[in-house]
């Protein structure tokens, strides 16, 4: 793959410096970044403050403590020491590099700011002269520099130093980290590309960081060299593939199906769909649309979590989406996110935005304890009482992922075309988002996600002509909006959004009724473990059921057919949730003594109280399930 | 434990050698050899006259086409050549010996006859003067005789010599066979004992065929050897336990929970019923109470399979009955039977009978297929559709169990006390009864297990007054009854028979009707897998759906909640069998393209037939499963 006609145009406007960015020419649409959302919710806005407060610290108190940090002064010769660790133990400093640079773009913080610069200080300083840094390589096997790519993560771990650096320039101006990111970036260039050396990484990231990078920097090298790892993918050229365990087992454009460690396999996805937006490169777009099928429709939990399988971290076959052992780890629900934020800007289509949410919601958001210090590594959908949130991890991705994610939340609410906005996420805030014309302010209020109900405020700078395009969530039926009062008739979505093309003028006033019926879902009958079973789903949260809202026990609980399922509002629970109440038959019942089998009987129904899956193990251990068995738990009359 | 007085004076009564057996003196019941039992019923008498036919040929043509044959022949120095095949395959020859006596026994056979002389032969030949018999160890480790008695079965294979020399007298009146049994069983007894070497083995068997020796040859040191064996296990005499593996981990009489490998466990928990009815030991019976409690009330599949796991082909935890994975071998079944009927007999309590009849109709019929010449060594379930009978195994015990086990099956309809008769099981067909004060022939009339109305006409040769109790079924509720034409009203039932005083005369005629609806079986809802499911019994069948009679596919299929179901009986269908129609709902409908999850919806319910358990695995291959998810399958109308 070349670079197109499209790019050569669009690397025409040379190296831009400055926080104005290189943009895709691809006709899709531009991210509106967080930066420029503010939350102000009782969802996410609490939420976003207990990770700035406690999880950031958090995160860092472990990464010094680790020796993840001494590594680094350590390698720059600044400290006595061994190297402390796991080899990619780098790439989690980056990662809180990266959340410390966002939360630092919202809130400015002159002690973190420090702490931050003084982290630099020592990254900076354990860069070797050619650019090369990594403070295993350099403590542990010197001479070993790029002699196994495929495993031992040198590529992967300088994506997240790119990452951190374009984050950290963004957020402070300041060109510390971003120049070490370059120099890194310039090594890197010099050592591998189609007519240097070939090689792809064995974990998947710097793609779509170098994409980053050239954004940021203007550097046409940068994107060549994305461009160069993703050509080489799959490809036999002076080097044995990896396989599928890290997509390299086909050149991307010819891959059909998802496979493989889950989170190698939505990075390079994401690198991909940044590299389809610039390029328009179609192998890769149809290649994305089937990949993206195969996940959506066969392969991702009702959470949106993906990667059964605990033994490669991944992806086993279709439908194969066991409860009690889904590995479904965190870090691969936040590339999930990252891939289908980036799908929805190629294409404009609001079914990536639906996954967007559904992970967020749900399988992403669980990762984090309400407290903000504890994170599930694995997200299973049932558990038996013994799966527990933990402080930290030997191999610390996760915390590290959460904490540079979430304060981007904000990032995934609009998108903007040149004469569009689009709402993606429901969420209560203020936003101005940049259209060719003219500047838009938009307020939404909402109860969001608890409440379908959502008003938004638009402001224009200047009454203007543009479109705003409501995402008609998927699991909505019979929305209802109405503008200035007036209710619109027959709502007509393209692509999942409700398109409003008009002439915009201070103060005009949208308002959209999401319906929230509780829903009982089904699965598709090939998932074996879920046939008879309903989960739950109210708006965009799934639900499931904790012992100890159930009196210990959930996993012999039998929602009834004729269970009246309510919704009740409950501000002092888990940091404010709707609950889901109704009846199911305790299929543990009195009558069981001397019996393994007996004939169907009639049980009193007991209530149960089912809370948002993301809320769950935040209070006394015990079992929990999102699939129910439903049936009817009354006798049958029969007939011979 | 020691012999007790009960005991001394049973032993008073001397060496008994002829068919006249040495009588128990606990106040149980005695069988009723099937011997005694013409069955001539529309169910079981094709099956044994396919077991005559085919069944007994063809594992003698395996045991002659692998060499279990010829090793005898090879250890008795007649045929050169190595020894063949597992060190325990003598055991496989014995049970054949044993089912081909026994199909002597009712249908007497001269090319049979000459047949199992001359195998016989081989083995008297292969014996060694001190009465040592193992075609492996004379072969292969001649001077490592007893130096394994955990793993090496020779005790085992002597168990199932001993059985086979019982039965072979029995049949024949020939003591080929029975004098080859008593030197090896006088060899054994100088060996082992309380002042001699102590040891156990560690597979059971010996010790249940101890006891049947006993009472062949009334040989005391035969019952004191198996009380030997059973008194040693679970001590650490000498020697180091097995563990609970082989139920060697604490005495008998301390031992409370099942465990370790099922059929071991059956063989043991036999022989100890024998000793217990023999002396009435408390320790025993209170033992056997216990350990039948945890297996029946926790440890056994509907079908009366045991033994959920193949790593020990055996048991695990309370309520472990997973469905696809299920173990239950054959051979378990068999076991189940074999104890279940010795408690039924040492209590004279049908709850025991009701397990037998559970498991004969359904885990262990299951066994072997229709044409005689298949069986299961493995009885799931539920299966993928690639679960099949083969014709042999290499560790052939189950095809030789199952052609030793079902000739006798007329053995387990009824017992006798001394003035009364039981019967167990409702079998078409004609018997005598001996009794104290006369002999009773009893003709059944009835289409069991299709049906449930049952004619007994009662023939005592002389009227006298005796009992005659006739199970209730734990499945049946409402039996009905009537005497000479007039019903008796208030059925009453003491330990699960309905017992009949009174003076019984040359044409009495009993009528029992024991109504069979279809019933909607469910587990007890620690069965994780099987919450939310039903199973399907009549009568004491229980069904599954194949899926040659449902589209090719049954695991995604659920059981509405309003459907009928209805049985019909098609007498070309699988020899003859009563099927059960009903609606369902196929799960997998036509709208799934494209979605993972959706909202449960209504679903046009589909017809599925469901057919016997034990009968399926006989046509097209394909899907089975017993437990079938059970809901409504129509959509909910919900509120918020």
């Given at each position: 793959m070349k670079l197109g006609k499209t790019l050569v145009s669009v690397l025409m406007i040379g190296v831009v410096c400055s926080t104005a960015e290189v943009q895709s020419q691809y006709q899709g649409l531009s991210p509106v970044p967080f930066t420029d959302v503010r939350i102000e919710d009782e969802f996410w806005a609490p939420k976003l403050e207990t990770v700035r407060e406690k999880t950031l610290p958090h995160n860092l108190e472990f990464c010094e403590r680790t020796g993840r940090l001494s590594n680094f002064a350590k390698a720059a010769g600044l400290m006595e020491g061994e190297f402390r660790g796991i080899y990619f133990n780098d790439s989690d400093v980056y990662k809180v590099l990266e959340g410390a640079a966002y939360l630092l773009a919202s809130h400015p913080d002159k002690e973190l700011d420090k702490q931050v610069d003084e982290i630099i200080a020592w990254i900076a300083a354990a860069q070797q002269d050619d650019g090369y840094l990594n403070s295993y390589y350099t403590l542990v096997e010197p001479d070993k520099k790029w002699t196994n790519l495929k495993d031992k993560h040198e590529l992967y771990c300088a994506g997240h130093l790119f990452e951190a650096a374009v984050a950290h320039y963004r957020a402070t101006g300041k060109r510390t980290l971003l120049d070490v990111a370059c120099k890194f970036a310039d090594h890197i260039d010099s050592t591998f590309g189609p007519d240097k050396r070939h090689g792809v990484p064995g974990h998947e990231e710097i793609e779509l960081a170098l994409v980053k990078l050239w954004r940021v920097t203007g550097e046409e090298r940068y994107l060549k060299l994305a461009q160069f790892f993703l050509d080489e993918r799959g490809r036999e050229r002076g080097r044995r593939l990896y396989g599928d365990y890290c997509q390299d087992h086909k050149p991307i454009e010819e891959q059909s199906e998802i496979c493989g460690h889950a989170v190698r396999a939505m990075y390079l996805y994401s690198g991909v769909a940044d590299i389809a937006a610039i390029t328009g490169d179609k192998g890769y777009i149809d290649a994305m649309e089937r990949i993206w099928r195969d996940v959506v429709f066969r392969k991702m939990y009702i959470t949106g979590g993906i990667g059964p399988s605990a033994s490669n971290e991944g992806f086993t076959v279709a439908y194969d989406l066991p409860n009690d052992s889904a590995y479904a780890e965190t870090c691969a629900s936040i590339g999930m996110v990252l891939w289908n934020h980036r799908l929805n800007l190629l294409h404009a289509d609001a079914r990536f935005a639906d996954v967007v949410e559904r992970v967020l919601y749900n399988g992403l958001l669980s990762g984090l304890s309400l407290d903000g210090e504890r994170f599930f590594y694995v997200n299973p959908l049932a558990s038996q009482g013994k799966h527990h949130r933990k402080p930290w991890y030997n191999c610390a991705c996760c915390p590290t992922n959460v904490v540079r994610f979430m304060p981007t939340v904000g990032g995934y609410v609009y998108a903007r075309s040149e004469d569009g906005i689009y709402v993606n996420l429901y969420v209560a805030g203020q936003s101005t988002v940049q259209l060719n014309d003219t500047s838009v302010k938009l307020t939404q209020q909402t109860r969001y996600p608890w409440d379908g109900n959502v008003k938004i405020i638009v402001e224009p700078k200047v009454p203007a002509t543009f479109e705003i395009c409501l995402r008609?969530?998927?699991?909505?039926?019979?929305?209802?909006?109405?503008?200035?009062?007036?209710?619109?008739?027959?709502?007509?979505?393209?692509?999942?959004?409700v398109r409003i093309n008009r002439k915009w003028k201070d103060g005009d006033i949208i308002e959209l009724e999401l319906p929230m019926p509780i829903e009982r879902i089904e699965a598709h009958p090939n998932v074996k473990g879920n046939v008879g079973r309903v989960a739950l789903q109210?708006?965009?949260?799934?639900?499931?059921?904790?012992?100890?809202?159930?009196?210990?026990?959930?996993?012999?609980?039998?929602?009834?057919?004729?269970?009246?399922?309510?919704?009740?509002?409950?501000?002092?629970?888990?940091?404010?949730?709707?609950?889901?109440?109704?009846?199911?038959?305790?299929?543990?019942?009195?009558?069981?003594?001397?019996?393994?089998?007996?004939?169907?009987?009639?049980?009193?129904?007991?209530?149960?109280?089912?809370?948002?899956?993301?809320?769950?193990?935040?209070?006394?251990?015990?079992?929990m399930a999102v699939w129910v068995p439903e049936n009817s738990g009354t006798s049958i009359p029969e007939t011979q």
């Amino acid at each position: 793959m070349k670079l197109g006609k499209t790019l050569v145009s669009v690397l025409m406007i040379g190296v831009v410096c400055s926080t104005a960015e290189v943009q895709s020419q691809y006709q899709g649409l531009s991210p509106v970044p967080f930066t420029d959302v503010r939350i102000e919710d009782e969802f996410w806005a609490p939420k976003l403050e207990t990770v700035r407060e406690k999880t950031l610290p958090h995160n860092l108190e472990f990464c010094e403590r680790t020796g993840r940090l001494s590594n680094f002064a350590k390698a720059a010769g600044l400290m006595e020491g061994e190297f402390r660790g796991i080899y990619f133990n780098d790439s989690d400093v980056y990662k809180v590099l990266e959340g410390a640079a966002y939360l630092l773009a919202s809130h400015p913080d002159k002690e973190l700011d420090k702490q931050v610069d003084e982290i630099i200080a020592w990254i900076a300083a354990a860069q070797q002269d050619d650019g090369y840094l990594n403070s295993y390589y350099t403590l542990v096997e010197p001479d070993k520099k790029w002699t196994n790519l495929k495993d031992k993560h040198e590529l992967y771990c300088a994506g997240h130093l790119f990452e951190a650096a374009v984050a950290h320039y963004r957020a402070t101006g300041k060109r510390t980290l971003l120049d070490v990111a370059c120099k890194f970036a310039d090594h890197i260039d010099s050592t591998f590309g189609p007519d240097k050396r070939h090689g792809v990484p064995g974990h998947e990231e710097i793609e779509l960081a170098l994409v980053k990078l050239w954004r940021v920097t203007g550097e046409e090298r940068y994107l060549k060299l994305a461009q160069f790892f993703l050509d080489e993918r799959g490809r036999e050229r002076g080097r044995r593939l990896y396989g599928d365990y890290c997509q390299d087992h086909k050149p991307i454009e010819e891959q059909s199906e998802i496979c493989g460690h889950a989170v190698r396999a939505m990075y390079l996805y994401s690198g991909v769909a940044d590299i389809a937006a610039i390029t328009g490169d179609k192998g890769y777009i149809d290649a994305m649309e089937r990949i993206w099928r195969d996940v959506v429709f066969r392969k991702m939990y009702i959470t949106g979590g993906i990667g059964p399988s605990a033994s490669n971290e991944g992806f086993t076959v279709a439908y194969d989406l066991p409860n009690d052992s889904a590995y479904a780890e965190t870090c691969a629900s936040i590339g999930m996110v990252l891939w289908n934020h980036r799908l929805n800007l190629l294409h404009a289509d609001a079914r990536f935005a639906d996954v967007v949410e559904r992970v967020l919601y749900n399988g992403l958001l669980s990762g984090l304890s309400l407290d903000g210090e504890r994170f599930f590594y694995v997200n299973p959908l049932a558990s038996q009482g013994k799966h527990h949130r933990k402080p930290w991890y030997n191999c610390a991705c996760c915390p590290t992922n959460v904490v540079r994610f979430m304060p981007t939340v904000g990032g995934y609410v609009y998108a903007r075309s040149e004469d569009g906005i689009y709402v993606n996420l429901y969420v209560a805030g203020q936003s101005t988002v940049q259209l060719n014309d003219t500047s838009v302010k938009l307020t939404q209020q909402t109860r969001y996600p608890w409440d379908g109900n959502v008003k938004i405020i638009v402001e224009p700078k200047v009454p203007a002509t543009f479109e705003i395009c409501l995402r008609i969530p998927a699991w909505c039926e019979n929305a209802r909006l109405k503008l200035n009062g007036n209710a619109v008739h027959k709502l007509e979505t393209v692509k999942g959004y409700v398109r409003i093309n008009r002439k915009w003028k201070d103060g005009d006033i949208i308002e959209l009724e999401l319906p929230m019926p509780i829903e009982r879902i089904e699965a598709h009958p090939n998932v074996k473990g879920n046939v008879g079973r309903v989960a739950l789903q109210r708006g965009p949260i799934v639900y499931c059921l904790e012992a100890v809202d159930n009196g210990g026990s959930v996993r012999q609980l039998v929602v009834t057919r004729d269970a009246k399922l309510t919704a009740e509002h409950r501000p002092e629970l888990l940091g404010g949730v709707t609950v889901i109440k109704g009846n199911a038959v305790p299929a543990s019942s009195e009558d069981w003594e001397g019996k393994l089998y007996r004939k169907v009987s009639k049980c009193r129904p007991i209530e149960f109280v089912a809370v948002p899956y993301y809320a769950w193990d935040n209070r006394e251990p015990g079992e929990m399930a999102v699939w129910v068995p439903e049936n009817s738990g009354t006798s049958i009359p029969e007939t011979q």
